[in-house]
């Protein structure tokens, strides 16, 4: 972990551990939160070891992270699910409601379950499993840090199907997306189904880049947070 470490107690029987120091130029900061020190020291050890990622501090539970969330301004939460006093659901609810930039990537010990709907709805774009390998954890961190989903594919599929199954057609799905040019609209339904970059650009003969450009518009046009963001609109208003 970069730089002196100041302990602070905060309420309840965790602390927050904050790096004053000067970390990596560019690296992206994480906040670790999780009920479990020994959790949270392992991640951190995974953390240490690459340049591009900085442990900005620690929390034990969810009143802890939010407060944390508001005083250090991370890139990216790494958010238990289940923890005492305030839950990583209600959590991240509370961090996306403040205004907070951060990306939140839960921590989840099973692969998919209800929390993961609820996680979604809250605003969360990322969800990890604290049994995945050091590297995926890594690259995890890294993808929720640049805006992108991190799902796996059976997750995303399962995500989908539910979501599709409690989609209903609104009355103002021909009109939500007029904000929306007509490739702009085409890359909304695509993203709506759960493709990467890449697969749109192959479906719509695309660079990478152009869809890139086209997914942040729609962010942007939408007030959406993220492509996960893009999933819940598009059944909400039955679009896609």
Do not use: W
């Not at 939460?77 to 959590?91: C, F, K, N, S, Y």
């Not at 929720?144 to 009355?171: C, D, I, Y």
């Amino acid at each position: 972990m970069s730089g002196e470490q100041v302990r602070e107690g905060v309420a309840g029987e965790g602390v927050v551990d904050v790096g004053v120091g000067v970390g990596s130029v560019g690296a992206v900061r994480v906040l670790l939160v999780d009920d479990q020190a020994v959790v949270r020291a392992g991640l951190a050890t995974i953390l240490s070891a690459h340049d591009d990622l900085e442990v900005a501090g620690e929390a034990s539970d969810g009143i802890e992270a939010v407060a944390a969330a508001r005083r250090l301004d991370p890139d990216v939460v790494l958010m238990d699910v289940r923890m005492p006093r305030l839950d990583g659901i209600e959590a991240t609810r509370a961090v996306v409601a403040s205004g907070s930039r951060a990306r939140i990537c839960m921590l989840t010990t099973y692969g998919l379950d209800e929390f993961v709907y609820d996680a979604m709805r809250a605003g969360a774009c990322g969800f990890l499993l604290k049994t995945d390998p050091p590297e995926r954890i890594v690259e995890g961190i890294r993808l929720v840090s640049r805006g992108e989903p991190v799902l796996s594919a059976s997750t995303m599929g399962q995500v989908l199907t539910r979501f599709a199954a409690g989609a209903r057609p609104h009355h103002d799905a021909g009109t939500v997306l007029e904000a929306l040019t007509g490739r702009e609209r085409d890359v909304y339904r695509l993203v709506a189904r759960g493709l990467s970059n890449r697969e749109i650009a192959e479906e719509l003969v695309l660079g990478e880049g152009t869809v890139k450009s086209h997914v942040a518009h729609v962010l942007t046009k939408l007030d959406l947070r993220d492509r996960i963001q893009i999933v819940i609109h598009a059944r909400d208003h039955g679009v896609a």
